[in-house]
């Protein structure tokens, strides 16, 4: 295995009944960078996205992390492994305070209490969080909430941090913190994959980006380079408007 | 978690002493029944709640631990003279494996699936008693009278030493409760009640933890069945199998505050009362009126308080402050 392929993707395929959601995908990601997944809407970039983290099991193909074969493991090992996630629909335990959210990640590598609430607390002032860690998990703003399910992933103490749709909805101001926030994640050596729809975030932290359309890779290659791609454009804004046309 | 205040240790150790003291201060069996009856609810209210109240696995199925409790200490103190403290803890090992044995096939049901579940498994643990000749069936089941002593766990002159016996167990499960909720696991427990999804993706494994859950509760219910057994010394379906032992845990803890250490402890002290008194007072005439008067609480509470009486008293309080 060569040092390259911190995490390889090969020919994924999930259907879903008769619908084939994603199809024959395959990319890898090497160990440091950010990588994005973008597509339209129902593209299948979330079913890509859960077939990794071990949410769902693909029809065919293999996911490899590190070079072990992770296709079949159940989504809290793959966690254990190094591969920390956050939901679309952001999700938050309601009944607990910000500083305890993050405990709850935390608490996956470490047991002992005082050391477990000390890492937590790092985590949070890591993520401008830690002025609001006392109050409970449901009275924050989206956008910090967005801010605390990172802050839970990056408790796990991830490798490889997956993001589905962190900036979506996100006002101008809070859309600069959170790309800061990317930023300085993988400055500490996380490598990440982004789920995302908001070009701006996509275009300034992406290293490379993979597009999907219609369950199927079309392009892969700088973020540069995909604006200009004509099948991009056509997945996005439909034949009329296509380069050739 | 927040560790306790000096006031609240305060208010325990008094609490404590008070209780230690009742039965030198208050003579007669019926408050020290009562405070019994008390203290095996919130015994079984507290384990319920390291199910319903953490990880919100609603069972109603608690009965069924506390009859395979109460049944194999008998059994076992029966057939083949074992002392009923190790019939205690032989009890509880195969609450806890039978409730390993529920919950893993159940382990991905939530909320009212759950709660059907454990009905179903509570109702088929009844019948199955109701006809197994080896238990007597619906005959029941009288306990051999031994002399009386701590180590027969059996007493005739005084209910006092029972009171001693079921609040160092309820003590004990306070303390269980408490350990858990402020550690790892009590963690684990509120993530997977929060979502399954978010649990595995924070690296819990859901059915392990669950799985946990469950053989704890089973454990310290089937404790509480065993004391039934050796306080009443006779017991039998009907009385130590019933759905309505079930339901009365489960508004224990709602009543007093699911998800607390304390809330079912409160709980108890507000419902057995009230049951066993109206059940005295009114005799036969009054069967039934303390389940209209528990219906009516428990509508204004879930209406009105949903975190139940502990969550009232905490909200007064904060305002106080």
């Not at chain 2, 200490?73 to 409730?99: D, E, F, K, Q, R």
Request: charge should be positive; hydrophobic fraction near 50%; glycine fraction near 10%.
């Amino acid at each position: 295995m060569s040092a390259a392929s911190f995490l390889e993707v090969q020919g994924i395929t999930k259907r879903f009944g008769g619908l084939t959601a994603t199809e024959e995908v395959s990319f890898t990601v090497k160990e440091g960078e950010i990588l994005s997944i973008i597509g339209p809407n129902g593209a299948g970039k979330s079913t890509l996205f859960n077939c990794i983290t071990g949410f769902y099991r693909p029809d065919a193909g293999k996911v490899l992390f590190r070079g072990k074969d992770i296709t079949t493991a159940s989504a809290h090992k793959i966690c254990k492994l190094g591969i920390a996630r956050t939901f679309q629909i952001v999700q938050v335990i309601s009944d607990m305070t910000v500083l305890e959210n993050v405990m709850t990640g935390t608490y996956l590598r470490t047991y002992d209490r005082r050391k477990v609430r000390e890492k937590a607390v790092e985590i949070l002032r890591f993520a401008g969080l830690h002025e609001k860690m006392d109050f409970p998990g449901t009275d924050i703003t989206i956008a910090d909430k967005k801010r605390l399910e990172v802050a839970m992933a990056l408790g796990t103490e991830p490798t490889l941090l997956m993001l589905d749709e962190a900036m979506a909805g996100l006002t101008p101001v809070e859309l600069r913190e959170m790309i800061a926030l990317i930023r300085k994640v993988r400055e500490n050596g996380v490598t990440l994959i982004i789920v995302e729809h908001v070009m701006e975030a996509v275009m300034e932290l992406s290293d490379r980006v993979v597009v999907i359309n219609s369950g199927r890779k079309i392009v892969e290659g700088s973020p540069k380079d995909i604006v200009r791609n004509p099948e991009v454009i056509q997945a996005y804004l439909g034949d009329r408007y296509s380069a050739g046309n | 978690m927040r560790n306790p205040t000096v006031r609240q240790i305060a208010f325990c150790a008094v609490l404590l002493v008070a209780l230690l003291v009742f039965p030198l201060v208050v003579h007669g069996t019926f408050p020290t029944h009562v405070m019994i009856m008390v203290f095996l609810f919130a015994m079984m209210g507290v384990a319920w709640n390291i199910l319903g109240g953490y990880a919100a696995m609603f069972s109603f199925g608690q009965v069924a631990f506390f009859g395979i409790g109460a049944y194999t200490s008998t059994i076992l103190l029966m057939n083949y003279n074992v002392n009923p403290w190790i019939g205690l803890v032989a009890g509880g090992v195969l609450a806890a494996l039978m409730g390993a044995a529920i919950g893993i096939p159940c382990s991905n049901l939530r909320g009212h699936y759950f709660a059907i579940a454990s009905i179903a498994f509570a109702e088929i643990v009844r019948i199955h008693f109701n006809n197994w000749k080896f238990v007597a069936a619906a005959e029941g089941l009288s306990l051999p009278l031994l002399p009386e002593s701590l180590r027969n766990f059996m007493f005739h002159s005084s209910k006092v030493p029972y009171y001693y016996i079921i609040l160092v167990f309820l003590l004990l499960s306070v303390l269980i409760c408490r350990y858990i909720s402020t550690n790892r696991m009590g963690f684990y427990l509120r993530a997977i009640k929060e979502s399954h999804e978010l649990a595995k993706g924070m690296g819990i494994s859901f059915v392990r933890y669950r799985l946990y859950a469950i053989m704890i509760s089973a454990f310290l219910t089937a404790m509480a069945g065993t004391f039934y057994a050796q306080y009443i010394l006779y017991i039998d379906p009907d009385s130590v199998l019933i759905l309505p032992i079930s339901v009365q845990v489960v508004l224990v803890a709602m009543l007093g505050g699911a998800g607390t250490i304390i809330g079912p402890v409160i709980g108890a002290a507000i419902l057995l009362p009230l049951s066993e008194i109206t059940r005295v007072w009114l005799g036969y005439k009054g069967t039934g009126i303390d389940m209209m008067i528990y219906g009516a609480l428990i509508m204004v509470i879930s209406a009105y308080r949903p975190e139940g009486v502990w969550g009232l008293l905490t909200t007064i309080g904060r305002r106080g402050k």
